[in-house]
């Protein structure tokens, strides 16, 4: 992987990242207010499902 196909894929993610509490930051707030009340394990197990979706598709398009 090149350097510059990295600092672009970091871009989008802020990018992707960012769009969600510009448009909505009560929506936002309220998401992560409600996240931070889950266990630890639900966490982790939101976190291992996005990770393998991000596989996933890395696989798909590759």
Known sequence: MSGQ??????ALLL?????IPFISPEGWRRTVT????????????IGLGGVAVGLLLLWLVD
């Open 34 to 45: 409600q996240i931070a009340r889950l266990r630890d394990g639900q966490i982790r197990f």
């Open 15 to 19: 990018i992707v990242e960012g769009l």
């Open 5 to 10: 196909l990295f600092w672009t894929a970091l």
